[in-house]
């Protein structure tokens, strides 16, 4: 087994492992301390803060938003994919939170990281059909007219459910408990004898809900940007409104996969790869800091996604901002009795000076 060069010593010798094993993945002990703050105060702010927001997004979808048009209905499935998933979260923060040790079974364990992919690859393709949306009501408006109709988009969002499920049902196998010590752990991956056979399944997996909802979201965007840098091709009324929309489409969802999705993605390639070529337990303990690292960034996805909806929702911000009106007009007119006394009488005092002043 190779030595780590020299400038890398201080790192290694940071991470207490054991070698005797003639595989270094059965015998690596990864040095995860950081992770049990970490992933606990992480998960607990997406938590609260994707509860609060989703909350309010679905509520705001099933009563203020009727009727919905297509952006609406990607958006409520994007809410209600995000919802479900922060509401895995408390079962995983007391997960780490107790040192990797899982009390609460298979079933469950299955369960909680089936969520978090499910979420991961449904969030992907929602923004992208979200964004293939846009991109025909920008470039091909005459066609989107027959295109995007609510129904339709109700249709596409059974199909992502229906493919998210199916290509993760062999997640559930691979997902099991362990004992270590005088622990139950909860695999992310699988048992350490079936780890090739999940990278292998992960990988392609990885590049259909992934890499290529990517590559369409790029070329989307690269064709509305240059259909949004020439006016001529854009009609007068859409110049203004949906220029403006489009745009704050395009950064939101780049800022989305930038934060959250492709550095998680490259650091778990790289972990699996890292693993599979049985690198030394240093390069590992360095990787496998990186990935733990960008797991949090993948789940916040679920607190992102709500300013989706109030910069480029259709509607939802100018909805959400006059229920809030409504309700502190409402709160406004509920003042105290004496004060609606004191103002009755400064009214009244009011009304007696102005006829008073009146010529008789």
């Given at each position: 087994m190779s030595t780590p060069p020299p400038f890398l010593l201080n790192i290694s010798s ?337 009304d007696v000076q102005a006829n008073n002043d009146c010529p008789h």
């Open positions: 940071a991470f207490p492992v054991s070698l005797d094993s003639e595989e270094a993945n059965e015998s690596c002990r990864f040095d995860e301390e950081f992770k049990y703050i970490l992933l606990p105060v992480s998960y607990t702010i997406v938590c609260v803060l994707g509860l609060v927001l989703n909350s309010v997004a679905l509520w705001m979808f099933l009563t203020k938003m009727r009727p919905w048009n297509a952006s609406t209905v990607y958006m409520f499935h994007l809410a209600l994919s995000d919802i479900l998933y922060v509401l895995s979260l408390p079962m995983l923060i007391y997960y780490y939170a107790n040192r990797n040790h899982w009390p609460f079974g298979v079933a469950l364990c299955k369960a909680v990281r089936f969520l978090f992919y499910a979420n991961l690859y449904c969030s992907i393709l929602f923004l992208t059909c979200i964004s293939v949306h846009r991109y025909l009501g920008i470039c091909h408006p005459i066609r989107s007219l027959r295109l995007a109709k609510p129904r339709y988009a109700q249709l596409v969002c059974g199909l992502v459910w229906a493919a998210v499920i199916a290509c993760l049902i062999p997640n559930l196998i691979f997902v099991t408990t362990s004992q270590r010590d005088n622990d139950t752990l909860c695999h992310d991956t699988s048992k350490p004898s079936d780890f090739e056979n999940y990278v292998t399944y992960s990988s392609v997996v990885m590049t259909l809900l992934f890499g290529v909802p990517f590559v369409i979201i790029m070329v989307c965007y690269c064709l509305m940007a240059r259909a949004l840098c020439r006016p001529r091709q854009i009609s007068a009324s859409q110049r203004g409104k949906s220029r403006r929309k489009s745009i704050k489409l395009i950064i939101i969802v780049l800022v989305v996969f930038a934060f959250s999705f492709v550095p998680f993605h490259i650091t778990r390639t790289l972990y699996y790869t890292y693993r599979v070529l049985e690198a030394d337990c240093w390069i590992l303990n360095i990787v496998n800091f990186t990935y733990k690292v960008t797991r949090p960034l993948a789940s916040s996805n679920s607190c992102l996604d709500p300013i989706l909806y109030f910069l480029a929702g259709d509607h939802y911000r100018s909805r959400l901002i006059r229920v809030f009106a409504k309700r502190r007009a409402a709160d406004n007119l509920q003042s105290p009795p004496g004060k609606n006394n004191d103002l009755a009488l400064v009214y009244k005092k009011t």
